[in-house]
């Protein structure tokens, strides 16, 4: 029996009602991974029947989520991946169609136009003020907040198309961008909220102390504007929570994406969504 022939007799076994017939089958189909799904997507569309629809999106679901696994596994095991490479892969968790090729050439465009208006004699305030000029006021991005948050706000390539996000995702982006435009901005994990901060040097060991060469913070979903290091400890004793390290310090790339799964889980959450939150916990448990 050919693969294909032998594909085509599992999804037609999809029907049977033996729990026991059906886990065997299951298990088969996903066997065979990422190469089954659109014959999945094509039995779906001509069954009218609801549970086999529940059956194949789940199918398709374990087998997007294993494929998840194992690409944030080569992510964290390389030493060259970006923190845009590990977004991506988180952000196919929601989007598990995201098209690589087509966000890096809208990121391109947002790029250019940032680089036309940015000059090496400027300080580092000015540019910046640049910066927020054109990604927020011209081009558009905004923050959203709790009442308006939705799942896909924690995708980046959302955040490209519609041009809003959440803390942490507009954050993200900001940070990649501004890299990519040769400003050492970075991200900061403070207690409930994901700031950026603009540092004098570019910053190679995560495990140091770098808060010292800290110019000024930055908070993506309110335009950008830079603030201080006392407005981080108001913030903290607003909120009762004494002060770590990690709260002023640029993190690293896999810090950052952690906190990205840590906010999804809470997300999930908050939104009785227990299945996936613990897949986050799950995916936060590999670093």
Request: hydrophobic content about 40%; some cysteine; glycine content about 4%.
């Amino acid at each position: 029996m050919s693969k294909q022939t032998e594909i085509n007799a599992l999804i037609s076994l999809l029907d049977d009602q033996d729990p026991e017939v059906f886990e065997n089958v299951s298990n088969r189909i996903i066997s065979y991974g990422a190469l089954v799904i659109p014959e999945l997507e094509h039995a779906w569309g001509d069954s009218l029947s609801p549970e086999i629809h529940n059956r194949i999106e789940e199918l398709i679901h374990i087998i997007q989520f294993k494929e998840l696994k194992v690409e944030l596994e080569e992510w964290l095991q390389d030493d060259l991946a970006t923190l845009l490479d590990g977004a991506l892969i988180v952000s196919k968790y929601i989007c598990p169609d995201l098209d690589k090729d087509q966000v890096l050439l809208q990121m391109d465009k947002v790029r250019q136009k940032i680089w036309l208006e940015l000059n090496n004699s400027y300080t580092p305030l000015e540019n910046i003020n640049i910066f927020n000029q054109v990604f927020y006021s011209i081009l558009g991005f905004h923050g959203s907040n709790n009442k308006t948050n939705e799942a896909i706000d924690f995708c980046i390539n959302s955040v490209l198309e519609t041009k809003r996000g959440n803390s942490i995702s507009l954050g993200i982006l900001y940070l990649v961008l501004a890299q990519q435009l040769e400003l050492p901005v970075y991200g900061v994990n403070l207690y409930r909220h994901f700031i950026l901060a603009y540092q004098k040097n570019y910053v190679f060991d995560f495990d140091n102390d770098n808060s010292m060469d800290t110019i000024f913070y930055l908070n993506p979903i309110n335009k950008g504007v830079p603030f201080q290091k006392r407005e981080i400890k108001d913030y903290l004793k607003s909120m009762n929570i004494e002060g770590k390290a990690s709260f002023y310090n640029p993190a690293s790339p896999k810090e950052i994406l952690k906190e990205l799964l840590f906010y999804m889980q809470f997300y999930f959450t908050a939104k009785h969504q227990t299945e996936k939150a613990s897949e986050m916990d799950a995916l936060k448990k590999m670093f």
